[in-house]
């Protein structure tokens, strides 16, 4: 009786491996891909038709295109739906369904085999595209119409529909706030032509873990290995948020910021550095809105200090006031200054502020409320000792 149970149980646990998991998309965002598919199909048949009014006889939206848009705009950040994918995709399947009814006749076992060598072809060309498979299978069971056209089936309508959409949902995404073509994001781990890992990685995971997990797993994922991540990171993130508790930014920053306005001059803002014995200086607007930052490094950059050949006589001649009219060198922060500026607001936690004051490279974030004027400073000292309180205080509780 107890076997049987235990059967039961196994049986039960097998089944509900079948229950569909919840989809993390909101109500909105489902709104967003399902307006996108209506419109991008709506527009790539009517301008498909437009395009080729003396192919009467093609189809002017084939059923694969269907499954295309829902990668397109249900998952534009998957790398299945990357616009490589879908041209490349559909139109070297395509072939390969053309060419194997071509030399073998329409049949399932051509249709199997054609499905079969897209696969290959788009692993091998890297454009692995699901719909591309029913693709294969449309250019040899699609019926006389289709095999009719031969090989510029793969032309028209397969390139045509492919890019027609592909440029829809290019523009449509990032219209709607959707970044496409979601590109691989550019490695920093070589910033300062080191080995070393980026300071964010060297507590946590590094990205050569990742690499190595998957390298291991071995199995296509449908979600791109800088976007998996990123989500590691966040959680890593919100790991830490919780555990420091809600500290922001307003409560370890310093309030009292020392500022230049864009006409302030050289000589004026390098006694500003000096006197109070800082390394940046905000530059804000008369409603106190930063338009740029000027550091040490910039008057380096200006006075070409990086050679330190007559090193106190260049400096000199940057910060001496030119009385002509006219002046060969810059003469006001605001020449010289960086920009844009890298701001937060004021109710952000800190954790935030740690990939941009670490793997970013940044030294100073100026600070800013709902309007966006400039209160406070944060600099990477303060980071590290609130990070150091918010570590003793987890030991003192432990």
Same mark, same amino acid.
């Given at each position: 009786?107890?076997?049987?149970?235990?059967?039961?149980?196994?049986?039960?646990?097998?089944?509900?491996?079948?229950?569909?998991?919840?989809?993390?998309?909101?109500?909105?965002?489902?709104?967003?891909?399902?307006?996108?598919?209506?419109?991008?199909?709506?527009?790539?048949?009517?301008?498909?038709?437009?395009?080729?009014?003396?192919?009467?006889?093609?189809?002017?939206?084939?059923?694969?295109?269907?499954?295309?848009?829902?990668?397109?705009?249900?998952?534009?950040?998957?790398?299945?739906?990357?616009?490589?994918?879908?041209?490349?995709?559909?139109?070297?399947?395509?072939?390969?369904?053309?060419?194997?009814?071509?030399?073998?006749?329409?049949?399932?076992?051509?249709?199997?085999?054609?499905?079969?060598?897209?696969?290959?072809?788009?692993?091998?060309?890297?454009?692995?595209?699901?719909?591309?498979?029913?693709?294969?299978?449309?250019?040899?069971?699609?019926?006389?119409?289709?095999?009719?056209?031969?090989?510029?089936?793969?032309?028209?309508?397969?390139?045509?529909?492919?890019?027609?959409?592909?440029?829809?949902?290019?523009?449509?995404?990032?219209?709607?706030?959707?970044?496409?073509?979601?590109?691989?994001?550019?490695?920093?781990?070589?910033?300062?032509?080191?080995?070393?890992?980026?300071?964010?990685?060297?507590?946590?995971?590094?990205?050569?873990?990742?690499?190595?997990?998957?390298?291991?797993?071995?199995?296509?994922?449908?979600?791109?290995?800088?976007?998996?991540?990123?989500?590691?990171?966040?959680?890593?993130?919100?790991?830490?948020?919780?555990?420091?508790?809600?500290?922001?930014?307003?409560? *370890? =920053? !310093? $309030?009292? #910021?020392? %500022? +230049?306005?864009?006409?302030?001059?050289?000589? /004026?803002?390098?006694? &500003? @550095?000096?006197?109070?014995?800082?390394?940046?200086?905000?530059?804000?607007?008369?409603?106190?809105?930063?338009?740029?930052?000027?550091?040490?490094?910039?008057?380096?950059?200006?006075?070409?200090?990086?050679?330190?050949?007559?090193?106190?006589?260049?400096?000199?001649?940057?910060?001496?006031?030119?009385?002509?009219?006219?002046?060969?060198?810059?003469?006001?922060?605001?020449? *010289? =200054? !960086? $920009?844009? #500026?890298? %701001? +937060?607001?004021?109710?952000?936690?800190?954790? /935030?502020?740690?990939? &941009? @004051?670490?793997?970013?490279?940044?030294?100073?974030?100026?600070?800013?409320?709902?309007?966006?004027?400039?209160?406070?400073?944060?600099?990477?000292?303060?980071?590290?000792?609130?990070?150091?309180?918010?570590?003793?205080?987890?030991?003192?509780?432990?």
């Amino acid at each position: 009786m107890l076997r049987k149970w235990t059967s039961l149980e196994n049986l039960g646990g097998w089944l509900k491996t079948f229950q569909p998991a919840q989809i993390g998309a909101d109500r909105k965002e489902r709104l967003r891909a399902c307006v996108g598919m209506l419109a991008g199909l709506l527009l790539t048949g009517l301008v498909t038709r437009a395009m080729l009014g003396s192919y009467a006889a093609v189809p002017m939206l084939l059923a694969p295109v269907g499954a295309s848009a829902v990668l397109l705009f249900g998952v534009p950040a998957s790398p299945l739906a990357q616009p490589w994918s879908i041209v490349g995709g559909n139109m070297v399947s395509a072939l390969m369904g053309v060419i194997c009814v071509q030399l073998l006749g329409p049949s399932i076992a051509t249709a199997a085999l054609a499905t079969a060598l897209a696969v290959a072809a788009m692993f091998l060309l890297r454009c692995l595209h699901p719909p591309g498979g029913a693709m294969a299978l449309t250019a040899v069971l699609g019926g006389p119409l289709i095999l009719g056209l031969a090989y510029e089936f793969v032309l028209v309508p397969v390139g045509v529909n492919s890019i027609l959409l592909m440029l829809f949902a290019l523009a449509y995404n990032n219209v709607t706030g959707r970044r496409y073509p979601h590109a691989a994001q550019p490695d920093h781990s070589g910033k300062h032509g080191t080995v070393d890992a980026r300071p964010i990685d060297r507590l946590g995971f590094q990205s050569r873990d990742l690499d190595e997990v998957l390298q291991k797993y071995n199995q296509v994922l449908d979600v791109s290995r800088d976007d998996l991540e990123s989500l590691f990171l966040q959680t890593e993130m919100h790991a830490y948020r919780r555990r420091f508790g809600e500290i922001s930014c307003e409560d *370890i =920053m !310093s $309030k009292d #910021v020392i %500022t +230049a306005e864009f006409g302030t001059t050289l000589e /004026e803002a390098w006694t &500003l @550095l000096r006197q109070h014995r800082i390394k940046a200086l905000p530059v804000v607007d008369k409603a106190r809105r930063v338009i740029g930052i000027v550091t040490l490094v910039d008057f380096m950059k200006n006075a070409n200090l990086d050679v330190y050949e007559k090193f106190d006589e260049k400096l000199r001649q940057l910060l001496r006031r030119t009385r002509l009219m006219h002046s060969s060198k810059p003469e006001v922060v605001g020449q *010289i =200054m !960086s $920009k844009p #500026v890298r %701001t +937060a607001r004021s109710d952000l936690h800190i954790v /935030e502020l740690v990939p &941009l @004051l670490s793997d970013q490279g940044l030294h100073h974030i100026p600070i800013v409320n709902e309007e966006r004027r400039l209160i406070g400073m944060v600099t990477q000292s303060d980071l590290v000792a609130a990070l150091y309180r918010g570590r003793l205080a987890d030991t003192d509780m432990g």
